[in-house]
């Protein structure tokens, strides 16, 4: 109903060409799926019993083949590389991407997962920074203005080479001053015209009365609302973004290894004052130590980069100045489906994004100096901040709770300082590249939007510093070069997975929007569920659309190694709900278990490893003591005091029982976790 009075209603909605609107009008198109071999099809039944067309299915032999991770690391031994990469962030994959595609040799290597720090913990935005173009307006600051424009092109080759991940996102600016109209409507005007001199194209901005507002997002606080402002930024997955990023490099020839870990720098004369000829590096799954020898040494490790700075040169100045951001996950029916919501101006100043994502809601960010570390815990009162900015522009009938929060997480944006600079206290505003006395490469600073242009600089100057020669192309050529998934997509190719395996609407919209053409290979990993419908595809979590068999795939063809991996970074469970996640999470390690032949001792590693995550992401404490015996049991969904019981249930529950104390030991139930629009409870 939202979608139809938005569509009705906003003045330039017309132009609304978002992914899952396209979605939601069906076709049976292939998408332009770019295959040219196909098996015999698949006989689905639909719900009615009516048999379905038959369709042919790409064959999933045709795909390029993925090398394991053992082959992978038998590489890494074997041969010298042009380029050693460390970190297999969205920065150090980016990086792989461009390298490889202009026909380097790349090795990569991430001491624990693809996008396992800050690239998974992003407000999940592509964009160029409305705000940061009101800044540069204001304090007339060409640099501002054009790092802006860097921004927002990056924005449209992000949408074009990964559409399947990425979409188009309206956001709603409130208006609670008949000034604040013009004012606003002047800002999102001069982002859109900067938009399209970048040669980026999206919907334009355009206001709303009080009344289409309200309509538009009936969740917003109508008292003195005088109306609002629409403008388009980009969203996107940003762990399966840099999952297909680092799957990417790899079928363009780098050799990539996760949870491999640096332990040491290998230099031509043997002492630390020679050139960096590679490095010495540990399987965090094994414990085997082998060298990898490179031309030239990449460090892309974010939060992490003065780490392997100091392992270059103890006496070299730090450049990172780490500061976290929390974000929150509410349940879906806090924001519409299609419509996001900026806050300019919080209590202190801050900027909150409010934004729908993968049927919750995410709300965040705070901004505060920290230290570095690998699993940061969200803090209270930032997540008690954060809901009490909520309040202030949601209706009084939208009763904001803290046991609303289904999952919350903290990442660490990597700020840098210059050490070449005068003032080597003032902030680089985008990315920087230091080159060290010995060639090790660093590059900080940046953000997700821009990961491809800071991959581009990145190995212009690398190929310039260690006198490489591409067997390419010299130059970048991945402003137009499709990552995995891509060139198979289309809009309507979900109807096609429904018809083919008998998957439900929205388990087929999401393996697509996850896989793009590669969720072929993803549905023949789904064994049958013995119903009637569905078919295929039986879920992690009742409460989300993540199946048993991308847990399969993530094994076979994705690098998942561990249940956190799965859990966190192939689906995004944890992401969105840190409870549903520890109890899928027996299920995740029984699969693991049988793909990769774990015994007993490693399954207990398993979950006490993941229980500990799932703490950084939200879980209660009380929550992270409980057995595998226990969840299984249905323990999870009950609380031990009524503090545990008010702070985080769900639901209030029959009339007076959350008033009272547990009795004689027993435990209180809590309430069920309920998304926008879900057909369970």
């Known amino acids: 109903m939202f979608r139809q009075r938005l569509l009705q209603t906003a003045r330039g909605a017309a132009r609304f060409q978002s992914r899952r609107t396209l979605l939601a009008l069906g076709g049976l198109t292939a998408g332009g799926l770019a295959l040219n071999a196909f098996s015999q099809p698949v006989h689905a039944e639909t719900p009615t019993g009516v048999p379905t067309h038959d369709v042919p299915t790409p064959d999933v032999k045709s795909f390029p083949n993925i090398p394991t991770r053992a082959q992978n690391l038998q590489q890494l031994k074997g041969q010298e590389f042009d380029l050693l990469i460390v970190g297999a962030g969205a920065t150090g994959t980016g990086v792989a991407v461009d390298a490889a595609a ?15 720090g800050t690239s998974s913990r992003s407000t999940k935005l592509v964009h160029g920074g409305v705000r940061y173009l009101e800044k540069a307006v204001w304090s007339l600051d060409y640099g501002q203005y054009c790092l802006v424009k860097e921004a927002l092109a990056e924005r449209g080759t992000f949408l074009h080479i990964a559409p399947h991940l990425s979409d188009a996102l309206p956001i709603m600016i409130p208006l ?11 800002g999102t005007k001069a982002y859109d015209l900067l938009a399209a001199a970048s040669g980026e194209s999206m919907p334009s901005s355009y206001f709303l009365t009080k009344k289409r507002a309200m309509e538009a997002f009936p969740m917003l606080k109508d008292k003195d609302l005088v109306g609002a402002l629409v403008y ?33 720098l290998q230099k031509d004369s043997g002492s630390a004052k020679g050139k960096i000829t590679g490095a010495t590096v540990r399987d965090m799954l094994t414990g085997e130590e082998f060298q990898v020898k490179a031309k030239g040494v990449i460090n892309a490790t974010g939060p992490f980069s003065d780490t392997l700075r100091k392992m270059d040169d103890q006496e070299t100045m730090e450049i990172v100045a780490p500061s976290s951001g ?7 029916y806090y924001s519409p489906r299609n419509m996001g919501l900026i806050d300019p101006n919080t209590s202190d100043g801050r900027v909150v994004f409010f934004l729908p994502w993968l049927g919750n809601t995410i709300a965040g960010t705070t901004d505060a100096p920290c230290e570095v570390t690998a699993h940061p815990l969200p803090k209270e009162e930032e997540i008690d901040w954060i809901l009490n900015e909520i309040k202030n522009y949601l209706s009084p009938d939208v009763n904001v709770r803290r046991g609303d929060v289904l999952a919350a997480w903290t990442g660490i944006r990597p700020l840098v300082k210059d050490p070449a600079a005068k003032n080597t206290e003032s902030l680089v505003r985008n990315h920087m590249i230091n080159v060290a006395p010995s060639g090790l490469l660093t590059i900080a600073g940046g953000k997700w939007t821009t990961y491809r242009q ?4 990145t190995v212009d100057r690398a190929i310039q510093e260690y006198n490489l020669r591409p067997t390419v192309s010299k130059e970048s050529n991945t402003r137009r070069l499709k990552l995995i998934g891509s060139e198979g997509y289309g809009p309507t190719l979900f109807i096609q997975l429904i018809q083919q395996f008998g998957f439900e609407t929205e388990v087929a919209q999401h393996l697509v929007e996850s896989y793009g053409d590669r969720a072929w290979a993803v549905a023949q990993c789904c064994e049958e569920t013995g119903k009637r419908w569905p078919v295929r595809g039986t879920r992690l979590s009742p409460l989300y659309p993540f199946l048993e068999g991308e847990v399969t795939y993530a094994c076979k063809s994705e690098y998942a190694e561990t249940a956190v991996d799965v859990l966190a970074r192939r689906t995004r469970l944890a992401f969105l709900n ?4 520890l109890e899928a999470l027996p299920k995740v390690i029984d699969i693991m278990a049988a793909e990769k032949n774990w015994d007993q001792k490693r399954k207990d590693n398993e979950w006490h490893d993941s229980v500990t995550y799932l703490l950084s992401m939200g879980l209660p404490v009380a929550k992270g003591k409980l057995t595998r015996a226990q969840v299984e049991s249905g323990e999870a969904s009950k609380f031990d005091s009524k503090k545990d019981y008010a702070l985080y249930s769900r639901s209030s529950g029959p009339e007076g029982l959350d008033n009272q104390e547990p009795k004689g030991g027993k435990k209180v139930r809590g309430g069920g976790d309920d998304r926008q629009n879900e057909e369970y409870p």
């Open 454 to 457: 800071m991959a581009e600089d």
């Open 232 to 264: 388009y930024d980009g969203q996107h997955n940003d762990a399966r973004m840099n999952v297909t990023l680092a799957l990417s490099a790899v079928l363009k020839g780098a050799v990539v290894a996760n949870h491999v870990e640096v332990t040491g």
């Open 326 to 332: 929390t974000h929150i996950i509410l349940p879906g």
């Open 176 to 186: 609670y001053k008949w000034w604040q109209a013009p004012y606003f409507w002047a």
């Open 578 to 581: 840190a409870q549903a996640s």
């Open 102 to 116: 202009r026909g380097l040799r790349v090795a990569v290597v991430e001491r624990d997962d693809f996008a396992s």
